[in-house]
């Protein structure tokens, strides 16, 4: 069945809403190949310059969660929770928050993602723990859920097809910096889990995919309306990404440091936020410092194959240290920079299916507004020679100081 897109987009142009059952027939006849990449190039292109309603943006988002599969905990109480972050240089709070929830009785079922780009995702920093599995059956996420209380596990094919669709085609198109397009994207991946509440941390400085605070808060009004509008709580939390949180950037460093938090150590700009975006207070800093939210994550990665015990993969790399040439007050140190210099040494991927380096990256010695002297370190790099010039001038650049 051929869908009138002309048409559509005409009544648009004059200024009618489009339906939800005009958008539901468009997610279909994406799904279905019922319609050519032009009409849906030409579509999102409509829907990049000229936007959509609140409304539109819902029922883009709710035809997505439904274009393939969604998941149920029958037997299993709740509250079922999830957060969701925009990414950004040295971001591992997926790993902590979710067994910190789970020692709080929240049940987390997340699905999560593969980096492109800087660094790796959290399915990547995961990997590095051998035996870690990210696909399990489906009758093992119930029973996991039920007994430890979280998972992280990679999204299948057939969750939301409908945006890796429509994501491949924005990507080919230049369609990706729509604000609807993104809630629709982000959101139809996160409702399918079944949750009763959403947490977002929406990111904004030179190491985030929102570069300004205005832009961060538009996609994050745009998300808590139509998470709320599915029926989901949904709350937003702004965070600059001006250098990377925490001390680790890179996917084996960032599991060390997550787990640090995990046992009540490590930086504390990590740990601040782990609570904050917990929602829970002195709850959380109490699961943290007591053990038990490091209980959970062993529970979880052992449910999932991971050993423990075994050394991280990617060992065995070097180690370069940049010190401060200068005496004064560190006044910036440039997350995209670090991220790139990270990437440079392995740790990210260009292309989807890619491999990571798991050992490779950087950890951050000093924070902006500290007081730095000469010969002080201020970031390590941890390579295996590949990428290494290049991360050294990165990281060179990334760090300014006021005298
Ligand atoms: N992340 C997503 O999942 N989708 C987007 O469109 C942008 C970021």
């Known amino acids: 069945m051929s869908i009138p897109i002309q048409r559509w987009l005409q009544e648009r142009r004059d200024g009618v809403e489009q339906t939800p059952e005009?958008?539901?027939?468009?997610?279909?006849?994406?799904?279905?190949?019922?319609?050519?990449?032009?009409?849906?190039?030409?579509?999102?292109?409509?829907?990049?310059?000229?936007?959509?309603?609140?409304?539109?943006?819902?029922?883009?988002?709710?035809?997505?969660?439904?274009?393939?599969?969604?998941?149920?905990?029958?037997?299993?109480?709740?509250?079922?929770?999830?957060?969701?972050?925009?990414?950004?240089?040295?971001?591992?709070?997926?790993?902590?928050?979710?067994?910190?929830?789970?020692s709080l009785g929240f049940r987390v079922p997340m699905l999560s993602g593969r980096g492109l780009g800087i660094t790796g995702g959290t399915l990547d920093k995961l990997e590095s723990i051998p035996g870690y599995r990210t696909s399990v059956a489906?009758?093992?996420?119930?029973?996991?859920?039920?007994?430890?209380?979280?998972?992280?596990?990679?999204?299948?094919?057939?969750?939301?097809?409908?945006?890796?669709?429509?994501?491949?085609?924005?990507?080919?198109?230049?369609?990706?910096?729509?604000?609807?397009?993104?809630?629709a994207s982000i959101l139809s991946k996160k409702l399918v889990e079944g949750l009763d509440r959403l947490v977002l941390d929406v990111k904004y400085g030179t190491g985030a995919f929102m570069k300004t605070k205005k832009d961060a808060q538009n996609l994050a009004d745009s998300l808590v309306a139509v998470g709320a509008g599915a029926g989901v709580e949904t709350t937003a939390q702004l965070t600059p990404m001006i250098q990377p949180l925490g001390e680790a950037v890179g996917n084996a460093?960032?599991?060390?440091?997550?787990?640090?938090?995990?046992?009540?150590?490590?930086?504390?700009?990590?740990?601040?936020?782990?609570?904050?975006?917990?929602?829970?207070?002195?709850?959380?800093?109490?699961?943290?410092?007591?053990?038990?939210?490091?209980?959970?994550?062993?529970?979880?990665?052992?449910?999932?194959?991971?050993?423990?015990?075994?050394?991280?993969?990617?060992?065995?790399?070097?180690?370069?240290?940049?010190?401060?040439?200068?005496?004064?007050?560190?006044?910036?140190?440039?997350?995209?920079?670090?991220?790139?210099?990270?990437?440079?040494?392995?740790a990210g991927r260009s292309r989807a299916g890619e491999r990571v380096h798991f050992g490779v990256g950087l950890r951050v010695h000093a924070k902006v507004g500290d007081a730095v002297c000469v010969g002080q370190p201020l970031v390590t790099l941890v390579h295996d020679q590949k990428g290494l010039e290049r991360a050294q001038e990165l990281a060179r650049s990334a760090f300014t100081f006021a005298s």
């Not at 029958?74 to 997926?94: A, E, L, N, R």
Request: charged share 20%.
């Open 138 to 183: 489906s009758e093992d996420l119930q029973r996991i859920l039920a007994d430890v209380g979280c998972f992280i596990v990679g999204q299948t094919e057939d969750i939301a097809p409908a945006d890796r669709i429509l994501y491949a085609l924005r990507n080919e198109t230049g369609t990706v910096p729509s604000i609807p397009l993104i809630t």
């Open 253 to 346: 460093l960032e599991v060390e440091e997550a787990v640090a938090c995990l046992q009540g150590e490590g930086p504390q700009d990590f740990r601040d936020l782990v609570v904050a975006l917990s929602g829970e207070g002195a709850r959380a800093e109490a699961a943290l410092d007591s053990g038990r939210a490091f209980e959970k994550w062993v529970a979880m990665v052992e449910a999932q194959g991971g050993q423990l015990c075994a050394p991280r993969k990617g060992g065995g790399c070097s180690e370069w240290v940049l010190e401060s040439t200068a005496d004064g007050t560190l006044s910036s140190c440039d997350a995209g920079l670090l991220g790139q210099a990270a990437f440079d040494l392995g």
């Open 22 to 102: 005009n958008i539901q027939a468009f997610v279909n006849a994406v799904v279905r190949e019922e319609i050519t990449s032009a009409q849906s190039a030409a579509w999102l292109a409509f829907v990049l310059t000229r936007g959509m309603t609140a409304k539109e943006t819902l029922a883009l988002t709710e035809a997505m969660t439904q274009s393939g599969t969604s998941l149920s905990w029958p037997g299993i109480s709740g509250p079922f929770v999830d957060k969701h972050s925009t990414g950004g240089v040295g971001d591992k709070v997926s790993l902590a928050l979710a067994p910190l929830w789970a």
